[in-house]
């Protein structure tokens, strides 16, 4: 069945998925390589993984208020703020470049892009001229993108358009938007979902996904792979797909949806499986957090915490 969402339905969605994407990258920043200090009895990671048989973190310890997030966050309040004031990606107008704070984390590439772009470059050669002429294929255009996909529910199509407009400004590579689009695409379909009241079957999600990403990219492989380690370990299925660690959408994208398609309707689930996963672990939570709230949405059973959201940074003040 075809609809169509009014606008404010549209930013309801994004801003949940926003939610879902902050926190999982607030919360994992915390968890990200120099782990925290644990003190001798306070067991920290034991409320994620330990024998002790919790399996909420909310319910065990957590790092304190506030969590800070990092440069996925502030570049996704860039895409929501664009489609708020437009309802489109104008990339020429994605002013990634001008809120861009050093201080969040983006890698030495991203920053000489952005630095390129407001320089007076235009986003086509900054994007065009990183890595040797390649292209980023980064997983930084699929970490910001979930609201957007959210906010395009009611057209799986639109949704990967926009995407791969919004990835375009800084990811010229193939395998970057391809991550992009996949990201986006598996938040368009969490959030149709939600509104049909139905949960698709975790084949069904990534079956969706593969559907409309290019063909012939490792990105529409990884999805094809996870469909088939629906179930299993969480050890081979980094071994597969990894974890992000190379900081690329080809070691990303495809365990963040995994992720998401097995916990779609457990926010908390899905961020603790990130955490145990390690590699690029504020990344990964983000994306899937990003899905994974379009779904369930914020202070819901299963959705994201109000706790955790409370111990979030506040978002920008710049963020309609």
């Known amino acids: 069945m075809s609809f169509t969402l009014f606008a404010d339905a549209r930013l309801a969605l994004a801003r949940d998925s926003l939610a879902g994407l902050s926190t999982g990258d607030a919360l994992g920043e915390r968890y990200a390589p120099p782990a925290p200090a644990v003190v001798p009895g306070d067991d920290v990671l034991g409320a994620w993984t330990g024998p002790s048989g919790v399996t909420d973190p909310g319910a065990g310890i957590l790092p304190p208020a506030p969590w800070s997030w990092t440069d ?4 996704a309040c860039s895409v929501v703020a664009e489609l708020a004031a437009a309802g489109t990606i104008d990339r020429d107008r994605l002013a990634f470049a001008e809120r861009c704070d050093a201080r969040r984390g983006y890698g030495a590439g991203a920053m000489l892009i952005l630095r390129l772009i ?18 980023s294929c980064g997983n930084g255009a699929a970490m910001r993108v979930g609201p957007l996909g959210a906010y395009f529910a009611d057209s799986t199509a639109r949704a990967a358009a926009q995407a791969r407009a919004s990835a375009e400004v800084t ?16 938040a368009a379909l969490a959030a149709r979902a939600r509104l049909d009241g139905h949960r698709p079957a975790p084949a069904r999600l990534l079956a969706g996904v593969a559907a409309v990403v290019d063909a012939g990219t490792e990105v529409h492989r990884g999805v094809h792979t996870a469909v088939g380690l629906l179930g299993r370990p969480l050890s081979r299925v980094v071994a ?11 070691d990303t994208v ?3 949806l995994w992720v998401a398609a097995t916990h779609l309707d457990d926010y908390p689930a ?10 690029d672990v504020d990344t990964t939570a983000a994306i899937a957090g990003a899905v994974v709230a379009a779904y369930t949405g914020v202070g819901t059973p299963g959705g994201v915490p109000d706790a955790w959201l409370a111990a979030r940074e506040p978002l920008p003040a710049w963020l309609p």
């Open 72 to 75: 996925d966050t502030e570049m």
């Open 118 to 135: 407001r320089s007076g470059t235009p986003w086509p050669v900054a994007a065009a001229s990183a890595f040797d002429g390649q292209g």
């Open 171 to 186: 990811h010229a590579h193939p395998e970057g938007t391809a991550g992009a689009v996949a990201v986006a695409v598996a």
């Open 240 to 250: 597969a797909l990894g974890n992000g660690a190379r900081v690329t959408a080809q």
């Open 254 to 256: 495809a365990f963040t």
């Open 270 to 279: 899905a961020i603790r499986t990130c955490v145990r996963a390690g590699g």
